[in-house]
T-cell receptor, first 113, second 113 residues
Framework: NAGVTQTPKFQVLKTGQSMTLQCAQD?????MSWYRQDPGMGLRLIHY???????DQGEVPNGYNVSRSTTEDFPLRLLSAAPSQTSVYFC????????????FGDGTRLSIL | SQKIEQNSEALNIQEGKTATLTCNYT??????LQWYRQDPGRGPVFLLL?????KEKRKERLKVTFDTTLKQSLFHITASQPADSATYLC????????????FGAGTRLAVHP
């Protein structure tokens, strides 16, 4: 099993451009989430989904959109990139409830110029 | 608001010694705390979970404690090795039923030969 796969690994954008960060998992997990990680601030939750067709906002949702059309995929969209969105983005999946661990991808390193 | 605080200063220790990392939380005690390891350029990897009603949990050279009076969890690595060098993250669940986690900023551990 591949676990959680994120693409691309690196990306440089210009301010105002749009892009989609891809995330796929093969563990049949209902719960998927997106975090951003900035120096000294830890992982902050952007959006999450508890199943296909169901999404909700996390701590820092502004500037990001998500959708969940299948159990496996949970893409994150930046509609108009801003320098403040320069960060490392991690996707994670887990069981929907309970205390199961989060399984993380290896991240997408995004720079906005 | 719910917060997780970890010592932001790096911890430097000699090989063979015990490393002790601290995680403090605010407000009510979470049902559980989780600990993760993160290597440079990689996503976090789950290590251990300790529940509110458990004082201590062990896994090989790792030990985690949970003190609801002090609102604190301690993470110990005994007989530390250079391969243990990494950033260690503590996480608690957001309020509500889903497996949403709040992460601390992490503590970087460096084990020197």
């Amino acid at each position: 099993n591949a676990g959680v796969t994120q693409t691309p690994k690196f990306q440089v954008l210009k301010t105002g451009q749009s892009m989609t960060l891809q995330c796929a998992q093969d563990m049949n997990h209902e719960y998927m989430s997106w975090y951003r990680q900035d120096p000294g601030m830890g992982l902050r939750l952007i959006h999450y989904s508890v199943g296909a067709g169901i999404t909700d906002q996390g701590e820092v949702p502004n500037g990001y959109n998500v959708s969940r059309s299948t159990t496996e995929d949970f893409p994150l969209r930046l509609l108009s990139a801003a320098p403040s969105q320069t960060s490392v983005y991690f996707c994670a999946s887990s069981q929907r409830t309970g205390d199961g661990p989060q399984h993380f991808g290896d991240g997408t390193r995004l720079s906005i110029l | 608001s719910q917060k997780i605080e970890q010592n932001s200063e790096a911890l430097n220790i000699q090989e063979g010694k015990t490393a002790t990392l601290t995680c403090n939380y605010t407000n009510y005690s979470p049902a559980y705390l989780q600990w993760y390891r993160q290597d440079p350029g990689r996503g976090p990897v789950f290590l251990l979970l300790i529940r509110e009603n458990e004082k201590e949990k062990r896994k090989e050279r790792l030990k985690v404690t949970f003190d609801t009076t002090l609102k604190q969890s301690l993470f110990h690595i005994t007989a530390s090795q250079p391969a243990d060098s990494a950033t260690y993250l503590c996480a608690r669940r957001f309020s509500g039923g889903y497996n949403k986690l709040i992460f601390g900023a992490g503590t970087r551990l460096a084990v020197h030969p």
